[in-house]
Nanobody, 120 residues
């Protein structure tokens, strides 16, 4: 069973930076896409950044130019570097990994979430 463990969340002042990490364990077959969602209280979960492959990246308009997603395929790890943080970035951040098994069959796995709080 694939498990994702996130780390790096916390409390930071506006303008500060945080780096989130997410490690996939449990010997995933083949990892396809990796990325991050976030959910603020009373709001729907939204896609923040995605790395469908090692070189392709996608970002929500609200974080473009401030956040950078990267992945280390050898370590089954995805990172989210968050700079110039704003109070509206406060949310629980969830990483996800799409695993491909024979078939092909696609399975999406989720992390437990890590809280990011940005104070004004």
């Amino acid at each position: 069973q694939v498990q994702l463990v996130e780390s790096g969340g916390g409390l930071v002042q506006a303008g500060g930076s945080l780096r989130l990490s997410c490690v996939a364990s449990g010997n995933p077959f083949t990892i396809n896409s990796m990325g991050w969602y976030r959910q603020a209280p009373g709001k729907q979960r939204e896609l923040v950044a995605a790395a469908p492959s090692g070189t392709i990246t996608n970002y929500a308009d609200s974080v473009k130019g401030r956040f950078t997603i990267s992945r280390d395929n050898a370590k089954n790890t995805v990172y989210l570097q968050m700079n110039s943080l704003k109070p509206e970035d406060s949310a629980v951040y969830y990483c996800y990994v799409v695993e491909i098994r024979s078939g092909p069959n696609y399975y999406t796995h989720w992390g437990q979430g890590t809280q990011v709080t940005v104070s004004s």
